[in-house]
């Protein structure tokens, strides 16, 4: 269990960062890089303990998302991508393929109609970049300019590099942003900030992880269906992360039977091999969004809150994280003050 809250006296100098989900870990290393002390506290014991970016799919698509979101999402993700491929060497960019069955073209047209920066592709196409498919689709879209990341290795990645700039991660430590004595507190505890956020709502999603010694992908595959679109993210070794449910719920209880064949399902109807595939996890978790579904940071007092990502983690995080330390150059004496300040306060 985590520590008991308390207030925490902390430097003058400190941004204290509650939270070290996708959001918490690319808010401290972005403050960190332009050169604020930092202090990051995570409730859970472990990298991850009941962290929703911990289940995430970790797509960094903001083209493919735009077909059903608010452009502006797609404005602001796209620069993620080089974000990532600075901070996470793993980070892989080989695109996103969309396909539809014959049946449903329409979907495949409707999402067409709806983005931009794609490529639209035949079958012999779609067999040239996943061999897998090949006859299964004759007809999808690439969207060439787009990579995805693991979110766990990316996750540890992001705190390995706080570790190097000497940031450190309070583990097992429960924190609330009033209690906390600093000059700036970034609340990043997503659906568990409600407190203070009370238009934040919970959305759920289940997610299953499976091995396949007979289906290969290299890029994430989205299979546009009118009732369950789905998507698989490859993750290497024959491993898959599959998920596309969305539901408007608070519950955190485990995947239902029904959300699970529905993934079942899906997976089958994109390659029949995905049957005799190894079911290696089935976890759910809820997703914090505001009523736009549009993330933001709202600052109350000495407290800055970068949430509401809904399924955007790791694609509007590190823009979260911008607008944070933007906010902080605002809020905060400049640095070389700060510094001045320390020199100060340190023995001689």
Not at 4 to 16: A, D, G, L, N
Not at 100 to 123: C, K, M, N, Q, S
Not at 238 to 244: D, H, L, R, S
Request: charged residues 25%.
């Amino acid at each position: 269990m985590p520590a008991k809250e308390r207030e925490f006296q902390v430097s003058q100098s400190r941004i204290i960062v509650v939270g070290a989900g996708v959001a918490g870990l690319c808010c401290a290393l972005e403050l960190s890089e332009r050169g604020y002390s930092v202090e990051v506290v995570e409730r859970g014991r472990t990298l991850g303990d009941g962290c929703c970016s911990w289940m995430a799919g970790g797509m960094l698509a903001p083209w493919c998302e735009r077909a059903g979101t608010d452009p502006v999402i797609a404005a602001r993700g796209a620069p993620s991508i080089a974000w990532w491929t600075r901070h996470y060497p793993g980070t892989v960019h080989e695109g996103t393929l969309v396909v539809a069955h014959p049946r449903d073209t329409v979907e495949l047209t409707r999402f067409a109609d709806r983005t931009e920066r794609y490529e639209r592709i035949d079958g012999a196409r779609i067999a040239e970049l996943e061999p897998d498919l090949a006859g299964r689709f004759r007809q999808g879209l690439f969207f060439a300019e787009e990579a995805h990341v693991d979110p766990r290795r990316a996750l540890m990645a992001l705190a390995e590099a706080l570790r190097r700039r000497g940031v450190p991660i309070r583990f097992g430590t429960e924190a609330s942003p009033t209690g906390i004595q600093a000059p700036l507190v970034v609340d990043c505890r997503g659906l568990a900030a409600r407190e203070a956020l009370t238009d934040l709502r919970g959305v759920r999603g289940e997610m299953l992880v499976i091995r396949s010694r007979d289906v290969r992908f290299s890029r994430p595959v989205r299979l546009l269906h009118p009732r369950i679109p789905l998507y698989i993210v490859p993750r290497g070794d024959g491993v898959f992360m599959v998920g596309a449910t969305m539901i408007e719920s608070d519950t955190r209880s485990g995947p239902t039977v029904r959300s699970t064949l529905e993934l079942l399902n899906a997976a089958y109807a994109l390659h029949p091999a995905f049957a005799e595939a190894e079911i290696l996890e089935i976890n759910a978790d809820v997703r914090p969004a505001f009523p736009d579904n549009i993330p933001a940071v709202r600052r109350i007092g000495r407290t800055l809150h970068p949430n509401g990502l809904y399924r955007h983690g790791f694609l509007l995080a590190p823009d979260l994280a911008r607008q944070v330390a933007d906010s902080a150059a605002e809020l905060l004496p400049p640095l070389e003050m700060i510094d001045a300040d320390l020199r100060q306060r340190r023995p001689a």
